[in-house]
């Protein structure tokens, strides 16, 4: 009886601590969203763009990382985490279950102007395929994405 209740407990506490960490991951993603657009906005694009690149930056560390996508090509114009990406057009690009989830990255900038999409991607420091939730926002003629991994 006292062991089934210990399991229960334990998962419970796993769930709790699971959910608080994905809410702090969100948090961490919609700050430095919010601090990444000011900063593009008040320097320009070419400073930002050396500014989001520094390793273990205020931009990018770990797997937080900005990639930016022109809305009038859909290409790459920043990616923080593989920059042979940028120049590319990814809108046909899916995920490992088939998803097309730039193309819903674009359907989102264009009619909400921010909000997020779920897909699996490489993440940066293990380079597993991992769940992936990424937080968009349009500003100007681009939009930013950041996200976390689950």
Request: aromatic letters at 14%.
């Amino acid at each position: 009886m006292l062991r089934g209740l210990s399991i229960i407990l334990g998962v419970c506490f796993l769930f709790v601590a699971n959910v608080a960490s994905a809410e702090d991951k969100k948090a961490v993603v919609t700050k430095m969203m919010n601090d990444a657009i000011a900063h593009y906005e008040k320097v320009g694009s070419e400073q930002a763009f050396k500014d989001f690149a520094v390793k273990d930056g205020d931009y990018n560390h770990g797997e937080y990382y900005i990639f930016i996508t022109d809305m009038t090509d859909y290409s790459l114009v920043f990616h923080g985490a593989n920059a042979k990406l940028v120049g590319k057009n990814l809108e046909k690009l899916k995920d490992t279950d088939g998803k097309q989830f730039v193309l819903e990255m674009r359907k989102v900038a264009e009619s909400t102007g921010d909000g997020w999409v779920d897909y699996k991607w490489p993440h940066p420091v293990t380079k597993k395929i991992t769940q992936k939730y990424s937080y968009v926002r349009t500003t100007g003629k681009v939009y930013f994405g950041i996200g976390y991994f689950e």
